[in-house]
């Protein structure tokens, strides 16, 4: 499967923004979906995945993001409220097939990134 991520971009602490991941492939719905992101400097770390049960959050986005999929257009989303500086980073989707996983390692495919960038 083919990831492609857009819609990151420069907001206000406090903004919102809702990348989205679009992906190729025929068995989209299969593969579980997960968020990642890489600030500067620092290692790529965990966001947020979702299969068909409950998405899973790393504890510094609870309750201020959310992912989503849509499988009849093979999108998944990543709404994001409440941005703070430090959300700051390029923003990975990537996909695997079975249940979702929070380690980088797990995932096989991974799209571009999209850059956000929130200003205090």
């Known amino acids: 499967v083919q990831l492609q991520a857009a819609g990151g971009g420069l907001v206000q602490a406090g903004g919102s923004l809702k990348p989205s991941c679009v992906a190729s492939?025929?068995?989209?719905?299969?593969?579980?979906v997960g968020w990642f992101r890489q600030a500067p400097g620092k290692e790529r770390e965990f966001v947020a995945a979702?299969?068909?049960?409950?998405?899973d959050y790393a504890d510094s986005v609870k309750g201020r993001f959310t992912i989503s999929r849509d499988n009849v257009k093979m999108t998944a989303y990543l709404q994001m409220n409440s941005l703070k500086p430090e959300d700051t980073a390029v923003y990975y989707c990537?996909?695997?097939?079975?249940?979702?996983?929070?380690?980088?390692?797990?995932?096989?495919?991974w799209g571009q990134g999209t850059q956000v960038t929130v200003s205090s």
């Open positions: 979702i299969t068909w049960s409950a998405p």
């Open positions: 492939g025929r068995t989209f719905s299969t593969y579980a």
């Open positions: 990537a996909a695997r097939k079975g249940v979702r996983a929070s380690q980088v390692g797990l995932y096989e495919y």
